[in-house]
């Protein structure tokens, strides 16, 4: 029996029955699953999104914690509780420092359990997680704030170049222009002053002050002794860690007619009672302080054992204060909605001078060949070295070599009006933007990059409307090249050529003059400036060439007044402050 062609056909597709079946679920599935992927990768994307929108917002939270740093570092906000509650906000005593950023006696506000510094004097604190006590994050946005949908953060401050607590100095003198020994009388009857210096002192000011000695005057006699007359002492600092740098004590005994069993009203006086360096205040204790009012009323008074008394010895006693970090690391912690967490890291410097100011009221550096300095000729004229803000006294005139020197000398003695505390040769204490061309440099052409930036920079021959803020003392203000200037300002001012000031003049902070023509004043004029004045002209086209004289030419009268202030030359110096070095995250 025959099959036909369609027969065959249909008995060989009976085994396919239901494939289409197959092949549509097949489908339907591929389907399915491409759909649930397309799905899945739609709210995995959406997490992704959401979740890169909330690590924005904790990488911004963390900016904000480094300008909130910033913003204090910079004396914006004042602490709370206050360091010193007896003075006001604005006294130095309750003033930030880097030091007092990175302790956390100054940085944290009292009772704070926190061991990092995390500036919680100065900045508020006010989200505590749940379970603790202690706030921890500052809240920026988010009513209430939880860590699911708002934004926070949290600082923690260090010293990168872990400049510690400990302070370690030598020191030496000079007594009379010699060694550290003078010895007056002749034959048997003779009486002797010797400085017996200190090497490598080490001094642990943990608790934010400690105790030490400079070294120790030793008084002998022999015979019926001698007078001592006025004599004058330098007495050097040396600071050897944790920076190296150098202050000098100036003073004199006072006459004295010294036995083996009586001092005879001989008198140690120091020209200072404080010196400051690298931010370590050298104060000395055990005498008595005189407000300076004249040359032969100033500074702090010792009187020394007989030498029959403790063996004839004086210490110069001493206490001393940690020197100040010249950086700092800034670690913020930004906190974003959902858990995001970022954390950046910056280090910020202090200022473009190293730490140091000028060592005088007015520094002339330079050469004596072309050297010019006229006082100027008004009764009522002052130039004084004592500190508005301490019990600092500084050099009024200030030079770097005796040639000039001498010559400083020479013209006082004909000048009418006042001067407080001594001019000196200042070279050894020079600081380092001070100690080469190529330094100052560096500085200067920092400080017109910083004043272009801020729109505080004049050509040749224009004059400034404004010079800085007055009382604030902050401000940049540059000059290039010759200019006059007449009013009131503050801050920094620079000038490249030559400063003419003209009338009424009144400035708070630092004033340098680069230029070869130096500092001049002519005709009448009232007028403080107070801070401190540079004048060190150098060829910008020739720095190996070194300093040129310096100029300093005030040939009118007027009731005018130069005076050191300590506060205001650090608020001029800070005018450029706590810039960034640079910012990474972590």
Known sequence: MFRTDAEIIGADREGER?????????VSLLLLIASAGVLLESSVNTANVTDAVADLQAYNAAESGIQSALHVLRGYAPP???LDPNQSPSNPANQITYYRAVVTGSSNYSGDPSTSARLSRWVNYNYTPTGSTV???VVLSGEPYTPQTGTAYSLQVYDPDSTGTNVSFSTSASIDSGANAKTWGSGGDTATIRFNAVTGSVVNASTGVGSSSLGNWVISATGAGATIPKTAFTLTINMLLPFQSTRVIRGYFETGNVTPTSAGGLKIRYETQTVTIM????TLTGGIFYSPTSQNDIGYVVLPNAPNVSGGITAANVS???????RLLIRATGFGPRGAKKMLETVIQRNY????????????????NGFVFNPGNASSMTYSGDDQASNYVAPPIGVSNDANLQTVRT??????????????????????WLQSTSNLDTVVRALRATARASGGYYTSGQVPSKFGELYAAKGITFIEGDVELTGSGGGIIVCSGTLTLKGNVNFNGMIIVTGAG???????????????????????????AGFSAPKYDLSGGGNSVVTYNSSLVYNGMDAVSDFVLGVGER
């Open 18 to 26: 239901g494939a289409s079946m197959v092949t549509v679920l097949l």
């Open 80 to 82: 709370s509780p206050l």
């Open 135 to 137: 706030p921890d994050r």
């Open 411 to 432: 013209a006082l003695s004909a000048f009418n009006g006042t001067v407080i505390g001594t001019p000196a040769n200042v070279t050894t204490e020079l600081p380092t």
């Open 353 to 368: 001078f190293g730490g140091n100011a000028s060592p005088a009221t007015i520094a002339l550096v330079g050469p004596s």
């Open 320 to 326: 001393v204060t940690p020197a100040e970090p010249q």
């Open 518 to 544: 130096g500092l001049l004043r002519s005709g009448q004029g009232n007028g403080v400036i107070q801070g401190n004045i540079v004048v060190a002209p150098y060829d910008i086209n020739n720095l190996a």
């Open 279 to 282: 931010g370590s205040s050298f």
